[in-house]
């Protein structure tokens, strides 16, 4: 089945910027969608459709997807981004969804 | 505003059957599938199966495909999962997460997780 690799951690100051990498396959043929968890707390989506953001989140949040690699940004870092965040794609070559191992953010 | 509440924390011995479930409110129920979702302690997530509230469709994660069996009672707009022959590592927390069905919209499958439950604790254990 579709495997997507994440980066198992990644580190920012307050006000830099911090850039997570899902790598699969030809994902950017894929529709990717990301999902934000803090500890304690169910997941909280942050982005679909590669680059879409749902009402609420923040514009420091953006999204890309080409070739080999989707990524979510966050500009402007803050201490409430330090969190796990796991990417997501339809595999429908096996009609079920493939989560990313996880990224955790530190925020220095 | 649209709320997913799962049923409460269960201890199980291995061989065992668990059912958990998840009641939806805020929002027309055969609108939005249900998917499941587990995460094991200090672990990633791991997408068990879905199943669509407007048609019965089902799709499971080819690991669990025979243990597991997603049902839905539209009348109490209650979605409802059942894991059996329980095994130790089945120890996880287990969500549901509604997102907009693909055969009530008529739309691809790529729909992301809109809602999530609170989570439901399965510990399996001798």
């Known amino acids: 089945s579709y495997v997507l690799t994440q980066t198992p951690s990644v580190s920012a100051a307050p006000g830099k910027t911090a850039r997570i990498t899902c790598g699969g396959n030809n994902i950017g043929r894929e529709r990717v969608n990301w999902y934000q968890q803090k500890p304690g707390q169910a997941p909280m989506l942050v982005m679909y459709y590669d680059s879409d953001r749902p009402s609420g989140i923040p514009e420091r949040f953006s999204g890309s997807n080409s070739g080999n690699t989707a990524t979510l940004t966050i500009n402007r870092v803050e201490a409430g981004d330090e969190a796990d965040y796991y990417c997501q794609v339809w595999d429908s070559n096996s009609d079920q969804w493939v989560f990313g191992g996880g990224t955790k953010v530190t925020v220095l | 505003q649209v709320e997913l509440v799962q049923s409460g924390a269960e201890v199980k011995k291995p061989g065992a059957s668990v059912k958990v479930s998840c009641k939806a409110s805020?929002?027309?129920?055969?609108?939005?599938?249900i998917n499941w979702v587990r995460q094991a302690p200090g672990q990633g997530l791991e997408w068990i199966g879905r199943i669509s509230a407007y048609n019965g469709n089902t799709d499971y994660a080819q690991n669990l495909r025979g243990r597991v069996t997603l049902t839905t009672d539209t009348s109490a707009s209650t979605g409802y999962m059942e894991l059996r022959r329980l095994r130790s590592d089945d120890t996880a927390l287990y969500y549901c997460a509604a997102a907009k069905d693909p055969y009530y919209y008529q739309s691809g499958n790529s729909n992301p997780f809109d809602y999530w439950g609170q989570g439901t604790l399965v510990t399996v254990s001798s």
């Open positions: 805020g929002y027309t129920f055969i609108t939005h599938g």
